[in-house]
């Protein structure tokens, strides 16, 4: 996901403020993400998946706030394939934020103990599996909107 997300960032970089922090935020949460769930001789205490839980939130947020409203006018005025792109995948995204949503309501304010019968690993699992197909599903909508941004102001993709 890491290689993926350097890829996308190199593509995108410079294009337009608001899609560079969503990206920058983005690989914050990916590195956090990994952090979490790829350490393996200590649970992560409830401090950490409360951070987590945020920065899980506020990306989700950015991108419905910042991202997707920025992306769904494009569509609206354009016509064809990239507006059914947009009707397919807007609402995979929209799924997602609610599977993300129900991972913040379940960990954002656990104590220790209950952290101890929750099954966190499965969970993040569950987790990095959705995440990886939002940000599939996130740079095929940016894309489509800079090559659309391209093709109406006749500058090459």
């Known amino acids: 996901m890491l290689r993926k997300m350097e890829q996308t960032k190199e593509q995108l970089a410079g294009k337009h403020q608001a899609l560079d922090a969503f990206i920058n935020a983005r690989q914050n949460l990916l590195v956090e993400y990994i952090r979490l769930s790829t350490n393996q001789k200590t649970q992560p205490t409830p401090e950490e998946l409360s951070e987590f ?7 989700v947020c950015a991108g419905h706030f910042e991202i997707y409203d920025y992306v769904m006018a494009a569509y609206e005025a354009s016509r064809g394939n990239a507006r059914i792109l947009a009707e397919r995948i807007y609402p995979r995204l929209k799924q997602s934020a609610g599977e993300a949503l129900n991972f913040h309501d379940k960990y954002a304010q656990v104590d220790e103990d209950t952290l101890l019968e929750l099954e966190l690993d499965q969970d993040l699992g569950q987790l990095g599996e959705m995440l990886e197909e939002r940000f599939e599903l996130e740079d095929r909508l940016v894309s489509a909107i800079s090559l659309l941004n391209h093709l109406d102001t006749g500058e090459p993709a």
Do not use: A, K, N, R
């Open 53 to 59: 839980c945020g920065q899980l939130v506020d990306y």
